[in-house]
């Protein structure tokens, strides 16, 4: 049976003015990240959240000595940061959590707990897609009516709707992404002598001026398959436009669409030239992530890289080097394919697994505001818990941030991967993340590589 999977866009609503949000979203991109201190906890001599903004707003039950397990792919300060919201809830309720880091393949690791009798009690899935088929095969669990009325409260309906199935409420969206962001070594532009780019073609000839200045230019992390489908996928949708973008998300257009064709064919004008890559394109497939990123701003103005691409949430790892947002690194919106510069969204969403009393008043807890402000004043975290005080983010850099995803509303446009199948667009070796890395490695191979990801992807979307 085809799982049918929803895009994060209504479908009454226009593209242009689903456009007219994003670009907002990238405006303050480019203004406010350009000219602020980094995530470093308020340091930057900004007010933080008032006394009256800490005060709980949500009422929790006693839970003395019951034990939960949650499960997510956070590791490191992302970890650090998540603990610091269970051990508030474990304060407030009495209850026991235990946290276990997994792999990206989510659905993997809990169908193996759960065939053994013991699963967790709270996942944070990656993937609409993964959220989907955890309710197909029931494990996942309904919101119980405390935790719905606090999503009722605090989300839009669009964020609602992407954590429900077939009208009823699973999940709860915990944490969001703006992932449409280049971040850069401000000494090695300062050096090059260029400036942001703000289309694809001044992004191009901007890193060779890079490398022509001893530096190479674009940092990539592409032993984490992810990275490279938000390449493609910002392309994409800067090239092919959100319209296009809804339609290949849902498999209602081929991968071997001239669409697709395009922007590979785009991407291939970067992948194709190993100079503008830290190590080539082999050096890039062993780089994880969290490396992409430090190697960017180590070394000051001779680091390994000039540029990196990702989301918000680079800046909890520029966070583990001694180099300063808004001054050592800056930050530019991913430059416009197309007629206008892509956002595209992503997020966590918080699922329940077992029936018991502690998961539901923990599901609770996650979709209050209480729980979003205490990752939100660590850095590296954007909430879109309307509800919550944008005055607890650490700087003015993350406020701007959260404050146009809120005002975004529901028009805006979610991780194209995240949205299929789990073995398609969220399995490590596998799917759009496998052949992506492939075509890192053999960027002239576009018709190869469409091929193979159409094979995949009519497969997936069939189980």
């Known amino acids: 049976m085809r799982t049918t999977l929803r895009t994060s866009t209504r479908t009454a609503r226009t593209a242009r003015t689903a456009r007219t949000a994003v670009l907002a979203l990238a405006a303050v991109g480019a203004l406010t990240l350009a ?32 034990k939960l397990q949650v499960v997510a792919v956070w590791t490191g300060p992302e970890q650090q940061a998540f603990t610091k919201v269970l051990d508030e809830f474990e304060k407030r309720t009495g209850a026991e959590v235990a946290y276990v880091p997994t792999q990206d393949a989510m659905l993997n690791y809990i169908g193996t707990k759960i065939a053994g009798g013991s699963p967790p009690d709270v996942a944070m899935l990656q993937q609409v897609g993964a959220l989907h088929q955890a309710v197909e095969r029931t494990w996942a669990k309904p919101l119980a009516p405390e935790a719905k009325a606090q999503l009722t409260k605090n989300y839009s309906p669009g ?3 992407l ?18 962001l280049i971040w850069y070594n401000s000494a090695v532009f300062d050096n090059a002598g260029v400036s942001e780019p703000k289309t694809w073609k001044e992004f191009l000839s901007t890193a060779e001026t890079i490398s022509a200045s001893g530096v190479t230019p674009v940092s990539i992390g592409g032993a984490d398959g992810w990275t490279l489908t938000d390449w493609f996928e910002n392309i994409y949708l800067s090239q092919a436009g959100p319209e296009k973008y809804d339609q290949l998300a849902r498999h ?10 395009q922007a590979l064919t785009t991407l ?25 990123v430090t ?29 300063k947002i808004g001054t050592d690194a800056k930050v530019f919106p991913f430059p416009a394919v197309g007629a206008e510069p892509p956002v595209v969204t992503g997020g966590d969403v918080a699922v329940a697994l077992t029936e018991k009393p502690a998961t539901q008043a923990l599901m609770t807890f996650l979709a209050s505001p209480d729980a979003a402000r205490i990752w939100a004043g660590e850095g590296g975290f954007i909430s879109p818990n309307k509800s919550m005080d944008v005055a607890a983010y650490p700087n003015d850099v993350q406020r701007d941030i959260a404050k146009a995803l809120i005002s975004a509303g529901d028009d805006f446009r979610f991780d194209m991967s995240d949205q299929m ?37 009519a497969k997936a979307f069939k189980s």
């Open 35 to 66: 000219g602020c201190g980094g995530g470093d906890g308020g340091k930057d001599g900004t007010a933080g959240p008032t006394k009256e903004a800490d005060q709980p707003t949500v009422q929790l039950p006693k839970l003395n000595g019951q």
């Open 159 to 161: 964020w609602q709707e």
């Open 163 to 180: 954590g429900a199935v077939d009208g009823t409420q699973y999940g709860v969206y915990f944490k969001a992404a703006n992932k449409s």
């Open 252 to 261: 209602e257009i081929k991968w071997t669409d001239p669409s697709v064709t």
């Open 268 to 292: 291939a004008e970067l992948f194709g030239k190993p100079n503008l890559i830290a190590g080539g394109a082999q050096g890039a497939l062993q780089t994880e992530f969290p490396a992409s």
């Open 295 to 323: 190697q960017t701003f180590t070394g000051g103005d001779q680091p390994k890289a000039g540029m990196v691409f990702e989301g918000d949430f680079v800046s909890i790892n520029i966070g583990q080097t001694e180099a």
């Open 421 to 457: 199948p789990q073995s398609f667009g969220g399995t490590p070796g596998k799917g759009e993340w496998k052949a992506l890395q492939d075509f890192l490695k053999n960027p002239k191979d576009v018709a190869g590589i469409q091929a193979r990801l159409e094979a995949d992807a």
